[in-house]
């Protein structure tokens, strides 16, 4: 069983940064893939960055410049740094890691909410 462990969500104002960080038991690289996806009312849930097992990164064109996804397979840890918070990031954060077998992991989700 794949355990996906979330935090760093909150309360931010524009203009502002959170950290956001995914956490799972044994090695990270045995995934395919880990991702940061989110969801607002009213939208579909989309990817937000992803990191394959070779390092590969990939971004929705909403977050480029601003948002960064990075790992530490020390502590089978996947982050999501975003900066320069919009109004429009607010959503539920998800933690993805996709399995060799295609299988999909999901984290709880976490709240991001950007108001001033």
């Known amino acids: 069983q794949v355990q996906l462990v979330e935090s760093g969500g909150g309360l931010v104002q524009p203009g502002g940064s959170l950290r956001l960080s995914c956490a799972t038991s044994g090695s990270i690289l045995r995934f395919n893939a880990m991702g940061w996806y989110r969801q607002a009312p009213g939208k579909q849930r989309e990817l937000v960055a992803s990191i394959t097992r070779g390092g590969s990164t990939n971004y929705a064109e909403s977050v480029k410049g601003r948002f960064t996804i990075s790992r530490d397979s020390a502590k089978s840890t996947v982050y999501l740094q975003m900066n320069s918070l919009k109004p429009e990031d607010t959503a539920v954060y998800y933690c993805?890691?996709?399995?060799?077998?295609?299988?999909?992991?999901w984290g709880q989700g976490t709240q991001v909410t950007v108001s001033s």
């Open positions: 993805n890691a996709e399995g060799v077998l295609y299988d999909n992991y």
